[in-house]
């Protein structure tokens, strides 16, 4: 833009030059013309004067002319140093303007050397840096995948664990709960069988060892530790063989040959 | 892999925490001899069966259910009664040992356990069978509940005959069933408060025979009797200490008002226990005679009070539960005082009180109740009961599951006394 704008006045310049030196020259028709119309009109008046004065004139006028031929030449000799001095400031300008392209062109192409190879340098990191995270998402991935197979078989090793604590656990709860039924059958019938004598004490604590048979007919009672006395001691004999045969447990696997029992009563 | 079986678990332990309340389940053969009717018989056995069904722990097997009649303890099989449900199996006979002499041959089995029980002879003329049977009752009983039987016991009662000048007032000892009463005393006026003494041998009673109450002590076998308050004023209540030696009794003397005596019956020493503008009356000694209970309206209306005997006054209210709580009998351990409690209704009933904590029990449900005294074990009280207008004689448990009337006694009945248990 500063360029063309340098150029158009140069341009400019160089057509005022132009013009003014066909002025000074005389090329100018219209301005002879004009000229010698002068003469002319300063004759008509001279012929009032004498001819030393139009010597003197005449001298007067090329001494004019000579001033303004030296003039001319100054003025265009002005021009042209000014012309010259316009076209080197151009020049100098259009160098300058040269220079500074080429050190920006320079400093450009080093930039962009610079860049190239500070993009070269950064691909390279990147590519490294790519490559590392590259490795340490495969070394991650390969962990997690390690992980989850270690998880997946400690998971599968728990979910079996499990399966068969829960087995264990039903086969436990039946069993309890089928012992349980059996107890409170047993419970039931002792209890019911039980005619609590007036001389039990409080705080009664008997125990009974009883020997039954799988019919649930009782072979055998035996007094343990007993606080209570003989009439207690035979009621509590007496219940024991008043509930015979016993109830058979809900599962065969439940029988048991020898039952404690403990008379406990609440007072 | 965890294996099961029964020896992978814990032995069987069964708690029992309760038992029934139902009556043992008995047997009584009918006994069998060979020279008494079966009347005479039936006085042994048929007492031996009411004694256990009216005590209301036990229930017998008609004879016509029994499988089997045995008289020997040979002849028993256990499986005809177990198959009956049967618990405890009596067998006797009776063996004629002189002119009216008799050998009564009892035994007592566990049938459960099919084993003996008891094994006894007993001595007796036919006059006494009632009391035989009554013995062999008890001992059963005392097997089969592991508590002292009562039915050899007595009771005294006063019973009135006929209205107006011509009734008459007899102070009666009986069994404790009602029969086999003997007469005490017999006055056209009346008779009053008989007390056991401790050994059951004497009763004190009061009489109004001098046409003002007065206090004797009698020897029921002999018939021989003392005066042994005479004072002015009323002279009532009389009580015998748990040693025999005093007598606690209520006197108005020249106050015209009662209070609590204690009287050394051999030295005829007066020790006055309460000093009171109230009325004090019906002491009753604790079993280890350093108490005194008695009635007192110091209150405004009747409750039982107690004193020391030893240090005198110290006399502090027992009752607080109701308007009305008289005629204090203490439990043979103590603990529970039988009072005529006057409760719903207005109706007076006999209740147990709970010394220590006061608790009040109701255990009768007539509207006229009186006289309550403990069996000589605890188990029953025996009192008075308005049926038609006149007195009859009631019992009932302390656990007031058991009320049983006491028929075969005569006349209007009021203040039946359990006698101690009786030697013999």
Redesign the interface.
């Given at each position: 833009m500063i360029i063309l704008r340098i150029k158009s006045f140069f341009y400019s310049f160089a057509f005022h030059i132009v013009a003014l030196t066909i002025l000074g020259l005389g090329l100018s028709f219209s301005s002879k013309e004009l000229r010698v119309a002068n003469i002319e009109d300063i004759a008509i008046e001279a012929t009032l004067i004498d001819v030393d004065d139009i010597q003197r004139e005449i001298d007067r006028l090329n001494q004019i002319e000579r001033q303004e031929e030296v003039n001319r030449i100054e003025q265009q000799q002005l021009i042209e140093a000014q012309r010259q001095q316009a076209l080197a400031e151009v020049e100098s300008e259009r160098k300058a303007l040269q220079l500074l392209q080429s050190q920006r062109e320079a400093a450009e192409q080093v930039a962009d050397q610079q860049r190239s190879e500070l993009q070269a340098l950064q691909a390279e990191q990147e590519r490294i840096a790519r490559d590392a995270e590259q490795r340490r998402i495969e070394e991650e991935q390969r962990q997690i995948q390690a992980d989850q197979e270690r998880q997946r078989q400690s998971d599968l090793q728990a979910q079996i664990q499990r399966e068969?604590d829960l087995q264990?656990e039903a086969?436990?709860a039946e069993?309890l709960s089928l012992?349980e039924e059996?107890?409170l059958m047993?419970?039931r019938r002792?209890?019911?069988?039980?005619?609590?004598?007036?001389?039990?004490i409080s705080g009664l604590m008997c125990q009974l060892n009883v020997t039954q048979i799988p019919s649930g007919d009782i072979v055998d009672v035996i007094v343990g530790d007993c606080n209570g006395?003989?009439?207690?001691i035979?009621?509590l004999?007496?219940?024991v063989?008043?509930s015979a045969p016993l109830p058979r447990p809900p599962v065969p696997?439940?029988?048991?040959r020898?039952?404690?029992?403990?008379?406990?009563?609440?007072d | 892999?965890?294996l099961?079986?029964?020896q992978s678990?814990a032995?069987?332990?069964?708690?029992?925490?309760?038992?029934?309340?139902?009556?043992?389940q008995i047997a009584v053969v009918p006994f069998t001899s060979q020279s008494l009717s079966s009347s005479e018989i039936s006085n042994i056995q048929d007492v031996i069966q009411s004694d256990l069904i009216n005590s209301g722990?036990f229930t017998t097997l008609p004879q016509e259910s029994m499988l089997s009649r045995p008289i020997l303890p040979s002849d028993v099989d256990f499986n005809d009664w177990r198959i009956l449900?049967i618990?405890a199996l009596v067998i006797g006979r009776i063996i004629s040992s002189g002119q009216d002499q008799f050998t009564i041959h009892f035994q007592l089995f566990?049938v459960?356990?099919g084993e003996q029980?008891l094994a006894f002879r007993l001595l007796s003329d036919s006059s006494s069978f009632r009391s035989v049977g009554h013995k062999i009752s008890d001992m059963i009983f005392a097997?089969?509940?592991?508590?002292t039987g009562i039915f050899n016991t007595k009771v005294a009662y006063i019973s009135q005959l006929g209205v107006g000048d011509t009734s008459r007032y007899r102070l009666i000892v009986s069994d404790i069933d009602g029969e086999n009463p003997q007469i005490i005393a017999d006055s056209p006026q009346p008779l009053m408060s008989p007390s056991w003494s401790p050994d059951g041998t004497q009763l004190a009673y009061v009489s109004f025979e001098q046409d003002k109450a007065a206090i004797y002590i009698q020897n029921i076998e002999a018939g021989t009797r003392t005066l042994v308050s005479d004072r002015l004023g009323i002279n009532g209540a009389p009580s015998f200490s748990p040693d025999g030696r005093y007598l606690a009794l209520a006197l108005s003397r020249d106050t015209g008002n009662l209070d609590i005596y204690m009287l050394n019956i051999d030295g005829q020493v007066l020790t006055r226990l309460t000093r009171s503008p109230s009325i004090d009356t019906e002491p009753a000694w604790s079993p280890d005679g350093q108490v005194i209970y008695f009635t007192s309206d110091r209150s405004g209306n009747p409750q039982i009070y107690k004193v020391d005997t030893r240090l005198g006054g110290n006399i502090s209210r027992v009752t607080f539960e109701g308007t009305y709580n008289a005629r204090p009998r203490l439990s043979p351990d103590g603990n529970q005082l039988a009072v005529v409690h006057r409760g719903a209704n207005n109706n007076y009933r006999i209740a147990l009180v709970d010394i220590e904590s006061g608790l009040t029990q109701v255990l009768s449900g007539g509207y006229l109740d009186e006289s309550p005294s403990f069996s000589p074990n605890g188990?029953q009280i025996i009192f008075a009961t308005r049926e038609n207008g006149s007195g009859v004689l009631s019992s009932v448990s302390t656990d007031g599951r058991i009320r049983r009337k006491i028929a075969s006694v005569v006349g209007d009945v009021r203040e039946p006394v359990w006698s101690p248990s009786l030697e013999d």
């Amino acid at each position: 833009m500063i360029i063309l704008r340098i150029k158009s006045f140069f341009y400019s310049f160089a057509f005022h030059i132009v013009a003014l030196t066909i002025l000074g020259l005389g090329l100018s028709f219209s301005s002879k013309e004009l000229r010698v119309a002068n003469i002319e009109d300063i004759a008509i008046e001279a012929t009032l004067i004498d001819v030393d004065d139009i010597q003197r004139e005449i001298d007067r006028l090329n001494q004019i002319e000579r001033q303004e031929e030296v003039n001319r030449i100054e003025q265009q000799q002005l021009i042209e140093a000014q012309r010259q001095q316009a076209l080197a400031e151009v020049e100098s300008e259009r160098k300058a303007l040269q220079l500074l392209q080429s050190q920006r062109e320079a400093a450009e192409q080093v930039a962009d050397q610079q860049r190239s190879e500070l993009q070269a340098l950064q691909a390279e990191q990147e590519r490294i840096a790519r490559d590392a995270e590259q490795r340490r998402i495969e070394e991650e991935q390969r962990q997690i995948q390690a992980d989850q197979e270690r998880q997946r078989q400690s998971d599968l090793q728990a979910q079996i664990q499990r399966e068969l604590d829960l087995q264990q656990e039903a086969r436990q709860a039946e069993e309890l709960s089928l012992l349980e039924e059996y107890n409170l059958m047993l419970v039931r019938r002792i209890e019911s069988n039980w005619i609590k004598p007036p001389s039990t004490i409080s705080g009664l604590m008997c125990q009974l060892n009883v020997t039954q048979i799988p019919s649930g007919d009782i072979v055998d009672v035996i007094v343990g530790d007993c606080n209570g006395d003989e009439v207690v001691i035979r009621s509590l004999e007496a219940a024991v063989l008043r509930s015979a045969p016993l109830p058979r447990p809900p599962v065969p696997s439940l029988f048991d040959r020898n039952l404690i029992i403990d008379f406990i009563p609440d007072d | 892999m965890i294996l099961f079986s029964s020896q992978s678990l814990a032995q069987l332990r069964i708690e029992i925490r309760q038992g029934v309340e139902r009556p043992i389940q008995i047997a009584v053969v009918p006994f069998t001899s060979q020279s008494l009717s079966s009347s005479e018989i039936s006085n042994i056995q048929d007492v031996i069966q009411s004694d256990l069904i009216n005590s209301g722990r036990f229930t017998t097997l008609p004879q016509e259910s029994m499988l089997s009649r045995p008289i020997l303890p040979s002849d028993v099989d256990f499986n005809d009664w177990r198959i009956l449900d049967i618990d405890a199996l009596v067998i006797g006979r009776i063996i004629s040992s002189g002119q009216d002499q008799f050998t009564i041959h009892f035994q007592l089995f566990d049938v459960l356990r099919g084993e003996q029980l008891l094994a006894f002879r007993l001595l007796s003329d036919s006059s006494s069978f009632r009391s035989v049977g009554h013995k062999i009752s008890d001992m059963i009983f005392a097997e089969l509940t592991g508590i002292t039987g009562i039915f050899n016991t007595k009771v005294a009662y006063i019973s009135q005959l006929g209205v107006g000048d011509t009734s008459r007032y007899r102070l009666i000892v009986s069994d404790i069933d009602g029969e086999n009463p003997q007469i005490i005393a017999d006055s056209p006026q009346p008779l009053m408060s008989p007390s056991w003494s401790p050994d059951g041998t004497q009763l004190a009673y009061v009489s109004f025979e001098q046409d003002k109450a007065a206090i004797y002590i009698q020897n029921i076998e002999a018939g021989t009797r003392t005066l042994v308050s005479d004072r002015l004023g009323i002279n009532g209540a009389p009580s015998f200490s748990p040693d025999g030696r005093y007598l606690a009794l209520a006197l108005s003397r020249d106050t015209g008002n009662l209070d609590i005596y204690m009287l050394n019956i051999d030295g005829q020493v007066l020790t006055r226990l309460t000093r009171s503008p109230s009325i004090d009356t019906e002491p009753a000694w604790s079993p280890d005679g350093q108490v005194i209970y008695f009635t007192s309206d110091r209150s405004g209306n009747p409750q039982i009070y107690k004193v020391d005997t030893r240090l005198g006054g110290n006399i502090s209210r027992v009752t607080f539960e109701g308007t009305y709580n008289a005629r204090p009998r203490l439990s043979p351990d103590g603990n529970q005082l039988a009072v005529v409690h006057r409760g719903a209704n207005n109706n007076y009933r006999i209740a147990l009180v709970d010394i220590e904590s006061g608790l009040t029990q109701v255990l009768s449900g007539g509207y006229l109740d009186e006289s309550p005294s403990f069996s000589p074990n605890g188990s029953q009280i025996i009192f008075a009961t308005r049926e038609n207008g006149s007195g009859v004689l009631s019992s009932v448990s302390t656990d007031g599951r058991i009320r049983r009337k006491i028929a075969s006694v005569v006349g209007d009945v009021r203040e039946p006394v359990w006698s101690p248990s009786l030697e013999d």
